[in-house]
């Protein structure tokens, strides 16, 4: 079971580039981090998903969006 759970989280594109990026823990408007996260998938020729899409699934990994 533990290879599993850590292929998934090899495989999930936003913890590579959340990892990458050392965006964890820290404060950054919407727009800036979809910039980055735009820009991360342009360096590795890489498609990427609209920012909705991507405030979605961020939305569903419980991180905070400030009022």
Do not use: V
């Not at 989280?9 to 735009?38: H, P, T, V």
């Amino acid at each position: 079971m533990d290879t599993i759970i850590k292929y998934k989280y090899e495989m999930d594109r936003i913890n590579s580039w959340m990892e990458d990026c050392y965006i964890i823990n820290q404060i950054i408007k919407a727009s800036g981090l979809y910039k980055f996260y735009k820009n991360w998938t342009d360096d590795d020729d890489e498609s990427h998903m609209k920012q909705h899409i991507l405030d979605t699934k961020l939305s569903e990994r419980e991180f905070l969006k400030k009022e």
